[in-house]
C-alpha cells in the first residue's frame, strides 16, 4: 500500500479518537489540515487501511461506519441511546464456542465480531432519573 500525504492525515488523525468516529466526522478533521480533500478520498484512504489491517472498521449495530485506530482483536460496547462505541478491556476474556467441523465445512472463517450494548453510563444516569 502506497504511503501518500493525504493517508498519512487520516491516519495521525484517526490514531488522536478513541470514540470510534465515522468517516464523516474524520473528514471535518482532515479538512482542517488538508483543506482541498474530499470525502471521497477520506472514504477510499479509510477502505484502503482496513484491508490492509492497519486500522479496524466497524460495523454494528446497522449504523454507519465507524473507524478504530487500534487493529486487534478486541470488544466493543454501543450504547443504544446515543450510539457512542468505546473499548472494552483489553483483558476481558470470552469464551466463544468452538465451530466444528461440520459448520466449516465449505466455509472459509475470517474472524468473529463480538459487541455488547446497553447504556453507556450517561445515558444510564439520565434512564434512572428520568
Known amino acids: 500500500m502506497r504511503n501518500t500525504e493525504q493517508k498519512s492525515v487520516i491516519l495521525e488523525v484517526l490514531q488522536t479518537h478513541k470514540d470510534h468516529p465515522t468517516a464523516d466526522q474524520l473528514y471535518s478533521e482532515v479538512r482542517e489540515r488538508l483543506p482541498k480533500i474530499s470525502l471521497g478520498t477520506v ?24 473507524f478504530d485506530p487500534n487493529p486487534m482483536d478486541h470488544y466493543h460496547f454501543r ?50 432519573l428520568n
Open 43 to 66: 472514504y477510499r484512504n479509510l477502505e484502503k487501511l482496513s484491508s490492509s489491517g492497519v486500522i479496524m472498521k466497524l460495523e454494528l449495530g446497522g449504523n454507519q461506519k465507524r
Open 79 to 128: 450504547c443504544i441511546t446515543c450510539s457512542s462505541i468505546e473499548d472494552l478491556p483489553q483483558d476481558l476474556k470470552v469464551d466463544l464456542p468452538d465451530i466444528n467441523s461440520e459448520t466449516r465445512s465449505n466455509r472459509v472463517i475470517l474472524g468473529t465480531t463480538l459487541e455488547y450494548y446497553g447504556y453507556c453510563e450517561e445515558c444510564a444516569a439520565n434512564k434512572i
